[in-house]
């Protein structure tokens, strides 16, 4: 099978996704870590704050973000020790695990939510619009679903 290389609006499109996204990442995480939290501790207090009741499987979890599960585990050990979330055993199933977003947890999170946000709007919202971040939306879903389909097991 040969290789079918990028034109070069599909160069130039591809490049500047990928530098977008990783200098963005780095300064939502740059912003985030002058309050203490890395951008992965605030996408999982994030996410599990999301929930009705603050917790979620690990294994869910990871299925979520996208995390090999061990990756999960390490990084939920660190976020346990900072007492930002605690582990709790399922009362139905001995092996699962609930992660659960604790009070310190959430008094971090709500510190800084609004910071994060002010950055989200600041260097992507207000530089598109509805359309944009609709066409964004579906491509990413496309891009997620994709990713889905061809998963490695984690």
């Known amino acids: 099978m040969s290789t079918r290389w990028l034109d ?3 160069l130039a499109t591809w490049k500047s996704l990928s530098l977008m996204h990783l200098q963005l990442s780095a300064r939502l ?5 002058e309050y203490g939290v890395s951008l992965q501790d605030y996408i999982v207090m ?8 603050g917790r ?8 979520e973000l996208g995390w090999e599960k061990s990756r999960l585990s390490h990084h939920l050990s660190r976020m346990c020790e ?10 139905i199933d001995q092996r699962g ?3 659960v977003l604790t009070s310190t947890g959430q008094e971090v999170l709500a510190h800084v939510a609004p ?13 598109t619009s509805s359309t944009d971040r609709q066409h ?8 997620l679903q994709r990713l889905a389909d061809e998963s490695f097991d984690t």
């Open 82 to 91: 900072r007492q930002l979330v605690e582990k709790v055993p399922c009362p």
């Open 46 to 53: 994030a996410s599990l704050s999301d929930r009705p009741d």
């Open 136 to 143: 964004l939306r579906t491509v990413a879903e496309a891009v």
């Open 56 to 63: 979620c499987r690990i294994v869910e979890l990871a299925t």
């Open 115 to 127: 910071v994060h946000v002010d950055d989200v709007r600041h260097f992507f919202i207000d530089l």
């Open 97 to 99: 695990v609930f992660v």
């Open 29 to 33: 995480g740059q912003t985030l870590a």
């Open 8 to 10: 070069p609006e599909e």
